[in-house]
């Protein structure tokens, strides 16, 4: 069974830091790419960053959160990390991994999400 847990959401003043992590299984990780997406009520979801999982290159990152976060690959553990940092309000989302078998393709997995809240 394929699945994308992510972890590490939650409430966080605005300026903190959060790191999210994608814990990935049923599927041969090396193979994928790795997406970080958000999205926030009433809006589209924005695409933050992917990375190519075996090698650890990153592809993209959003310029909304270019600077601020660091999308990284621990592909030992089958494990993408979203750090997070100087987060705002407008940050408030719900934050989703997702593997593609490359970054120009749309994802085949959805993770759940995790909510992270920013409170100004």
């Known amino acids: 069974e394929v699945q994308l847990v992510e972890s590490g959401g939650g409430l966080v003043q605005a300026g903190g830091s959060l790191r999210l992590s994608c814990a990935a299984s049923g599927f041969t990780f090396d193979d994928y790419a790795i997406g970080w997406f958000r999205q926030a009520p009433g809006k589209e979801r924005e695409e933050l960053s992917c990375i190519g999982s075996s090698d650890g290159s990153i592809t993209y990152y959003a310029d909304s959160v270019k600077g601020r976060f660091t999308v990284s690959s621990d592909a030992a553990k089958n494990t993408v990390y979203l750090q997070m940092n100087s987060l705002e309000p407008e940050d408030t989302a719900v934050y989703y991994c997702?593997?593609?078998?490359?970054?120009?393709?749309?994802?085949?997995?959805w993770g759940q999400g995790t909510q992270v809240t920013v409170s100004s």
């Open positions: 997702a593997a593609q078998i490359l970054c120009s393709e749309y994802p085949r997995y």
